[in-house]
């Protein structure tokens, strides 16, 4: 079966929203990059959804680039929120108040 | 499609050369973690880079990679900028022997690294490469604020700077992925060419595409409502990253910017316009009025980056080839105004960090005072400083462009940035010093202040100086 391709674009823009929702929501930096990465793999869909529709390649490689870059910005972003750790135990966005106005 | 072949690679040679740089650091990261050479091979990677690319173009465009980037006038003038603001970093980071030092190799390496990228952003030719280079920058970038990660302060603003860093590219990137839904093409000429075979009907999913892309672009200079990293980034960073960070982000953004909105949203330049004039007025106002309440310089010189973010886009909002040059001349007169500031800021060191650390300066080092009285002069805007030159062009091209209510709001709020800047003046010439006399800077600063110093006040006195530079593309 084929899924039409106005299906997987709804999808996409409801995960996408899913994913600024939670961004906005959360309150604790882990859960905050995991929204990210769910705004990310919506964006991902979205390409391949578009690539299938176009019948063109290019979305599904510019999707696989985004993996590649999602997963480096993982990394960069756990490994800050170690070294906040190291200092500062506790992962919530409450306790980063050193910097203000 | 055919391999890469050497024409290819010479159209990339500036980023090559600091790309080399960069291999050549990390291998020998732990020999020359204590010496200066890291900033030596930086410094030269750095000329050598803007040499090459100043070099480049004599005949006309060249297209490398099957038309994902290209060497014309708009990224050599990029290229040049962005070289100069990494070789004016690399002097600035250089510091006193008793201070504590961040990894200086690896610095360097993220520095060079971060420069690479905004050098591609600004000669990308397709969405894809576009995407990458700013994420090179921006992932070098939140490194870079969080190098000391033994500062709590530098590991929060690291950690505020990755997460709205992060949600903006998400935003960028599906504004690319609906572009590309629409036109079936992720190269700006390709794209250019469907939205102008359409015709006038604008398609809604359209126009969220260039909202999203105007957004995830607005982060990386700043532009109010997507600011709030730029004060905590610059005040929990240390003084060179947040001078880099100010310069260097704000022109690779600003050449993106230029280049989408002139190539491909050609025929929807209204649309452009609309988001681009919208961050304009918000970007001006709120930075010029809550400059005014802060007490911490770094502080401050992110909130004027932000208003200065706002002028720099008046030209954009044109959305005319002038108006793209015109926003090139302020984002490069803005690079040398911003690191001098951040230069004297860095001079003094931790005196430098607090408004109250510049009463009586001008007693205590009069050729310190008058050169930050230069920078604090370019970035009101009054002549005869560059500031004065960049932001007449701009608000020229905003009147040229019909939006003349934003150039007077423009015009207001310079007055408004006056009170800002010039209450630094007042407080170094007309209080009495309370501190002791700051310590003798090292000569790496002087000479980048110097350099500063001259482009500042040469763009002031001869304003047409850069105008056969500006080319837009």
Redesign the interface.
């Known amino acids: 079966m084929i899924v039409p391709v106005g299906a997987v674009?709804g999808l996409s823009a409801i995960l996408?929203g899913i994913?600024v929702f939670g961004?906005l929501a959360r309150r604790n930096?882990i859960l905050?990059?995991v929204s990210?990465e769910v705004?990310?793999n919506?964006?991902n869909l979205?390409?391949a959804?578009?690539s299938r529709?176009?019948d063109?390649p290019?979305?599904q490689?510019?999707a696989l680039?985004?993996i590649a870059?999602a997963a480096?910005?993982a990394g960069?972003?756990l490994?800050?929120?170690i070294?906040?750790n190291?200092?500062?135990p506790g992962a919530g966005?409450a306790d980063?108040t050193?910097?203000k106005? | 499609m055919n391999s890469a072949t050497l024409s290819d690679l010479s159209v990339l040679v500036p980023e090559l050369i600091l790309v080399g740089t960069v291999l050549v650091l990390l291998l020998l990261a732990r020999r020359i973690q204590t010496a200066p050479v890291a900033a030596v091979m930086s410094l030269i990677a750095a000329v050598a880079a803007g040499v090459t690319a100043g070099m480049a173009v004599v005949s006309g465009p060249q297209i490398g990679f099957g038309g994902m980037v290209t060497v014309d006038g708009y990224s050599r003038f990029f290229k040049v900028l962005i070289a100069a603001t990494l070789a004016l970093a690399v002097l600035l980071s250089v510091r006193r022997s008793n201070e504590e030092q961040a990894p200086r190799a690896e610095y360097h390496a993220l520095l060079l690294l971060a420069s690479t990228g905004m050098m591609l952003a600004g000669s990308a030719l397709d969405l894809l490469v576009l995407y990458l280079a700013l994420e090179l920058m921006t992932l070098c970038a939140y490194v870079l604020v969080g190098i000391h990660v033994e500062r709590p302060w530098a590991n929060e603003a690291a950690i505020k700077y990755f997460l709205l860093g992060s949600f903006a590219s998400a935003l960028l990137l599906y504004g690319m992925s609906l572009t590309y839904g629409v036109t079936g093409s992720t190269g700006f000429a390709d794209i250019a060419a469907a939205l102008f075979g359409r015709g006038l009907e604008t398609d809604p999913i359209l126009l969220v595409a260039i909202g999203l892309i105007a957004s995830g672009l607005a982060f990386k200079i700043a532009a109010v409502p997507f600011h709030a990293w730029a004060p905590d980034a610059y005040q929990g960073a240390s003084a060179p990253v947040a001078a880099f960070l100010a310069a260097g982000s704000k022109a690779a953004g600003l050449a993106a910017l230029g280049r989408i909105g002139v190539v491909a949203f050609e025929s929807e330049a209204h649309a452009m316009s609309a988001v681009l004039a919208g961050l304009a007025v918000l970007s001006i106002l709120l930075g010029s009025i809550v400059a005014l309440s802060q007490t911490d310089m770094k502080r401050l010189l992110a909130y004027s980056s932000i208003a200065h973010a706002g002028y720099a886009l008046l030209g954009l909002t044109a959305g005319t080839p002038d108006g793209a040059s015109a926003t090139m001349t302020y984002a490069f007169f803005y690079v040398f105004m911003t690191l001098g500031a951040f230069g004297v800021v860095i001079a003094l060191g931790e005196r430098g960090e607090s408004l109250d650390g510049y009463r009586g300066l001008a007693a205590q080092r009069p050729g310190m005072a008058l050169v930050m009285l230069l920078f604090l002069l370019a970035l009101t805007g009054i002549p005869p400083t560059a500031g004065f030159s960049a932001k007449f062009v701009v608000i020229l091209s905003a009147v040229r462009a019909g939006y003349v209510p934003l150039a007077v709001l423009a015009v207001v709020c310079s007055v408004v940035s006056a009170f800002i800047y010039m209450r630094v003046a007042v407080l170094m010439y007309m209080r009495e010093p309370r501190e002791a006399v700051p310590p003798a800077f090292p000569v790496a600063v002087s000479a980048a202040l110097v350099v500063a110093a001259l482009v500042t006040v040469i763009g002031g006195v001869l304003p047409g100086s850069l105008s056969s530079w500006a080319v837009s593309p």
Do not use: K, Q
């Open positions: 674009l996408f994913g961004f930096i905050m990059l990210v705004m990310l919506a964006v979205s390409l959804g578009f529709h176009l063109d290019r979305g490689i510019l680039f985004v870059v480096a910005e960069i972003g490994g800050l929120v070294a906040l190291r200092n500062r966005v980063l050193e910097l106005w």
